[in-house]
């Protein structure tokens, strides 16, 4: 029997469990290559899932299961729903129908911090750090980012406490980790690419999770670092961790999934082992055989460019101003949508409160 983990904390339910790659074969060769397959012990569940902008169907993805204690990379085309789904799976933004769980508990009109309490957490596409602040810093507030903690304090040495001499050194734990523990005191501004993403997976780290949901961790990472930042990957599954991962190089796919998801047009169109990928005619048709471009876009050090380097300043504008107001950053005004000032999707109060 795989050894059982139970580190995640009270509130979660269910647990890490750690899998050799010839138990990860096993479980993964019992299962359909079909959309909405059953997985054996699947952590996460999602059914009848939608969400709609205007006219245009975002998600929409009848069944989805998640295998606990595997990689499952999460391909499709850009626009494919794939960033849409994490933020309703993470509770930064709302679906128009659907339901999902983790191991049985609703997650469903939870905020984000209180999803993240409950063991899953996710990373953004375009990297959440602030540069103004440390290394540590911002490893310090992913403990409260995903807690809902007020920042403020945070921020204030005057008002640390036994808890916030733990979280320094659970920060500096994870820093260790990833390797940055020498950039500690460094300006998160100071980093490259590569160290960024590093980064914002060690803020993620700092509440112990049960799933990881990392979208597009490989954007702008230098390819002489890609092999490193992949070996992080694969050793938060090592530690007993879901992992959920988008990603548009294939090479990459196939090197690190145990089960491949592919979504077009908001739905789930294939599901599969990733060296089957290439047989599944509609995989084909919809992604395989067609070009696609990064939607963002990065210099060989990893720091956006063009239009990328407006949006992440202008992210980083709008968390600075939360956080200098005393707010929250797993508050989801935070957005891509407020730090571009496009009108945010409809927040749906009255469905939270029921
Ligand atoms: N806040 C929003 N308002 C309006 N439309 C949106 C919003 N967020 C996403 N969309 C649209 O929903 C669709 C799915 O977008 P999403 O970002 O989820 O795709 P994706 O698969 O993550 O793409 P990529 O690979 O480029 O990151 C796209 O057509 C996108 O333009
Ligand atoms: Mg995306």
New binding site residues.
Partial sequence: MPESHTDTGPASSGGRVTLSAHERAELFATVPPEPGAAKPDPVLVASNLT?T??G????DVAHLEIQRGGITGLI????????????LLTGF?RPDSGTWSMDGTALGKLYPHQVARRGVVRTF?LTRALSKLTVLDNVRLGARAQRGEHMARALMPWTWRAQEREITARAREVLARFQLDAKADDLAGSLSGGQRKLLEMARALMTEPTVVML??PMAGVNPALTQNLLEHIKSLRDDGMTVVF?E?DMDVIRDISDWVVV?AQ?TVIAESPPEALGDNQAVVDAYLGSH?D???EFDEQGNPVGATAVLAERLEQAEIATLEAGGDLAEPEV???SALG????ESDEESRKS
């Fill in positions: 969400r902008f205007g245009l169907t975002a998600v499709g085309p850009n626009g494919a729903g794939k960033t849409t789904l994490f933020n933004d596409q979208d597009e988008v548009h979504m908001g696609h990064q939607a963002l957005t891509v949508d496009r009108t945010p999707p």
